[in-house]
C-alpha cells in the first residue's frame, strides 16, 4: 500500500488511476460505498494535502493523480517488501531467456536505433529510413 495512507484514501487513489475523466463525488461514493459525498470530501482533500492529487484551478471535477517520482529509497522498500524466493526465481527466469541474457535472435532496434516493431524500424527495414540519410535500393 503506498504509504501514509488510510485504507479509504488508498481505495480512491486506485479508483482515481483506473478512471479516465474525473468522477463526480457521487460516483466516487458509490464506488467506494460510502453513506454521504462529504466524506468523500475528506478523503479527496486528505490526498490533496499529502500530495497524491492536485486540482486544477479553475475547472471543476478536475482531479489529477500525481505520479511520485522514483527515487532508490522507493525502488529498495518495493524490494524489501518481495519475498526473496520470488526474486530468485525471477533472476533463473531471465538467466533462461534469451532476450535477457543476450542471445536474442535479432537486434532490439536497427541500425539507425530505431526499436523493433515500430513504424520507423519497419521504414529502415523498406529502405526509407529517414535518420539514415541513404537509399539501401540504389547499393
Known sequence: MTQGLTDQQFALLTF????????????????????????????VTALIE??????????????????????????????????????????????????????ATGPAVCPCGHRAGTREARECETNICPLRGDNREAA
Open 50 to 103: 499529502r500530495g497524491f492529487v492536485e486540482t486544477i484551478p479553475g475547472r471543476k471535477r478536475c482531479l489529477r493523480v500525481v505520479q511520485p517520482p522514483v527515487t532508490r529509497e522507493a525502488i529498495a522498500a518495493w524490494l524489501a517488501s518481495v519475498p526473496s524466493h520470488i526474486l530468485h526465481a525471477e533472476l533463473e527466469r531471465r538467466d533462461r531467456d534469451p532476450a535477457w541474457n543476450g542471445e
Open 16 to 43: 482515481l488511476r483506473q478512471q479516465v475523466t474525473t468522477p463526480s463525488y457521487r460516483e466516487m461514493q458509490v464506488a467506494l460505498g460510502l453513506a454521504s459525498s462529504s466524506g468523500v470530501h475528506r478523503l
